[in-house]
């Protein structure tokens, strides 16, 4: 691989000015953080990072194909880009990610697409140099959807933060949940030895950062198949060790193998956030069952339970989908009723998206789209009035904010709590972005709370 890296070295050092790359990610926390490694190897080639896609030479979208409207609204911008090369044939246009991984985007791209030169799949981030090689070499349309032996993506990030990093912990999944498309474009669970976490987790403490998000898509299963097995509790524990004032995030765990020692584990590591995202995806058993879940409600609200007898207020939020196939109002109802016992903090709730090859894809489906939809507002509505009522819990209270940029508000500063809740405090001095303040809570509204830094 470092071969074709010098060899793009050669060909990008032939021009006057570094030529540029523009990289942006849809999607969730993972392809953020590919997108910030797919950076760090066309850096390490020489390409100079930009923001302006007029001024790149090099344009990549790294899709994200969970949902169909993820997949319309790539399928849109690429077709915007048309038009700019047609004025300029260099122009280098590639797709990757999840999307990418997938035939279908491969085979509507190659009849509809022509504007595009490069496609490469989750498994081929690291034969990024040989792509663009063979693409800058033969003007010709490259694609790799192949799965490489590639041990671990050990490639160093260009990170978007100087203050707010993720390290991927493990990827792919193995759950096969029925609606989901993930386990088929992102492959085999994979964990990464703990010893590279830790590595990358106490360098970038070294460098200030100042809050880590682990990632994977099923946290719990971390370290089960490494050679030297180890269980994710642990692995806190371990990152919890390292020197440095940085907190800890991870995203996400999976209920039907979320043990009492991993709640256990958050509460007694000091650095660890005191907050879960939880994803419930359903309450019906029924919808869970054919969801393939496996996990029941009781089961969820066992581990809800066991989290808030150690603190009653503690903080959770969780993913709903609404409307899996056939799923009735009466299923919707139970939903709704784990929703109004839990009291999230914040729900991200999506709509049954169709994903071709996924078991759910071959239900036929007898709920309407317009109750699906009846019942997203019903979902919503109810969220807000939880929220309104349950963020009063904070008022006089004094939270920890990693304060990250300015609000819409004038004259305030914006950041999340541990707990994962937007706080909102008016100051006017912006170097207070990036660092952790205690905030006095003195306004609860359903989006965000409001309090002065203390
Ligand atoms: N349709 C709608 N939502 C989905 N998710 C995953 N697949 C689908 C789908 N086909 C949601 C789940 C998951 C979140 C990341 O995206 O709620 O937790
Ligand atoms: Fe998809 Fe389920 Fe895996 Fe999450 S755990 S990525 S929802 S298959």
């Known amino acids: 691989m470092s071969n074709y890296k010098e060899k793009v070295a050669e060909i990008l050092g032939r021009s006057e000015a570094p030529p540029l790359c523009f990289v942006h990610s849809f999607g969730c926390q993972q392809n953020v953080s590919d997108g910030e490694r797919i950076l760090g190897i066309l850096s390490e080639m020489g390409y100079g990072v930009t923001s302006d896609i007029n001024s790149a030479s090099l344009i990549i979208y790294n899709t994200c194909a969970v949902r169909e409207n993820a997949e319309n609204r790539v399928y849109g911008l690429v077709g915007e880009l048309k038009h700019m090369k047609e004025q300029r044939p260099d122009l280098i246009i590639g797709l990757c990610g999840c999307m990418a991984q997938e035939e279908k985007t491969v085979q509507k791209v190659k009849s509809?697409?022509?504007?595009?030169?490069?496609?490469?799949?989750?498994?081929?981030?690291?034969?990024?140099?040989?792509?663009?090689?063979?693409?800058?070499?033969?003007?010709?349309?490259?694609?790799?959807?192949?799965?490489?032996?590639?041990?671990?993506?050990?490639?160093n990030a260009v990170r978007s933060s100087s203050f707010k990093a993720s390290v991927p912990i493990m990827y792919g999944c193995d759950n096969f949940c029925s609606y989901c498309i993930v386990p088929y474009v992102r492959g085999r669970e994979k964990s990464r030895v703990p010893e590279a976490i830790i590595r990358e987790v106490r360098e970038l403490s070294e460098k200030g950062y100042k809050e880590i998000m682990l990632l994977g898509q099923n946290v719990n299963s971390y370290g089960k198949n490494l050679d030297r097995p180890i269980n994710f509790a642990e692995l806190l524990r371990r990152i919890n060790e390292i020197k440095g004032d940085f907190k800890i995030r991870f995203m996400s765990p999976h209920p039907k193998d979320c043990t009492n020692e991993l709640i256990d584990t958050i509460f007694e590591c000091d650095k660890v956030c005191k907050h879960l995202h939880l994803p419930l995806q359903s309450g019906s058993d029924e919808i869970l069952k054919k969801m393939n879940r496996r996990y029941t409600a009781e089961k969820y609200m066992e581990i809800v339970d066991h989290a808030r007898s150690k603190d009653p207020g503690f903080s959770l939020t969780t993913d709903i989908i609404v409307g899996f196939p056939n799923e009735t109002y009466d299923d919707f109802l139970k939903t709704l009723e784990i929703v109004k016992k839990v009291k999230y903090d914040n729900i991200y709730s999506f709509i049954y998206s169709k994903r071709t090859g996924t078991k759910a894809a071959e239900m036929t489906d007898m709920t309407s789209d317009e109750d699906k939809s009846k019942w997203m507002t019903e979902l919503l509505q109810t969220q807000r009035e939880i929220s309104t009522e349950h963020y009063k819990r904070?008022?006089?209270?004094?939270?920890?904010?990693?304060?990250?940029?300015?609000?819409?508000?004038?004259g305030m500063l914006s950041g999340k709590s541990d707990e994962f809740i937007i706080v909102e405090a008016p100051c006017s001095d912006k170097s207070i972005i990036g660092q952790r303040k205690k905030v006095k809570i003195t306004k609860a509204y359903n989006w965000a709370l409001c309090g002065e830094i203390v």
């Not at 920890?400 to 508000?409: A, I, K, N, P, Q």
């Open 394 to 410: 904070f008022l006089g209270r004094t939270l920890d904010v990693l304060f990250d940029g300015e609000s819409r508000h004038e």
């Open 112 to 155: 509809t697409y022509k504007q595009v030169d490069l496609i490469f799949g989750t498994h081929a981030l690291s034969e990024l140099p040989r792509l663009l090689y063979d693409v800058l070499t033969t003007r010709k349309f490259v694609c790799d959807t192949e799965e490489h032996s590639e041990p671990e993506k050990e490639i």
